[in-house]
């Protein structure tokens, strides 16, 4: 079940992000100043095979491979998204729906109509 994670505070004011995770799916939610969903970010399968749904305003949703990154010499190595987009399984937005059930109802059916859509289109 996804459980509220504390946010940094380095980056991004808690007032524009909510994170929530559990052992294998992280969910990440952005808020414009009106308080509406800015953008959506899913990571299935953490640690393993990961794969990301990303919805942005104004923007496609997606559903990519993410990918190792390029690790450059004096950094922290950095997951990247893949630019090839993928078919969203049905069985991730079953995933989904089974694990948020203590989200909001406004901003899991947000979600839930945009990985809809995806599968959609």
Request: a positive charge; zero cysteines.
């Amino acid at each position: 079940m996804l459980k509220p994670l504390l946010n940094d505070r380095r980056l991004v004011n808690e007032d524009y992000r909510r994170r929530f995770a559990d052992g294998s799916m992280s969910l990440t939610l952005w808020f414009d100043e009106a308080n509406e969903i800015l953008g959506v970010e899913i990571i299935f399968d953490l640690l393993l095979d990961e794969h990301a749904f990303r919805w942005i305003r104004n923007g496609k949703a997606r559903y990519v491979k993410v990918d190792a990154g390029v690790e450059k010499p004096t950094r922290h190595s950095k997951q990247i998204l893949s630019v090839q987009n993928l078919i969203l399984p049905f069985s991730r937005l079953e995933d989904f729906k089974a694990r948020s059930a203590n989200l909001s109802p406004v901003w899991r059916d947000f979600i839930l109509g945009k990985l809809t859509e995806l599968i959609g289109s």
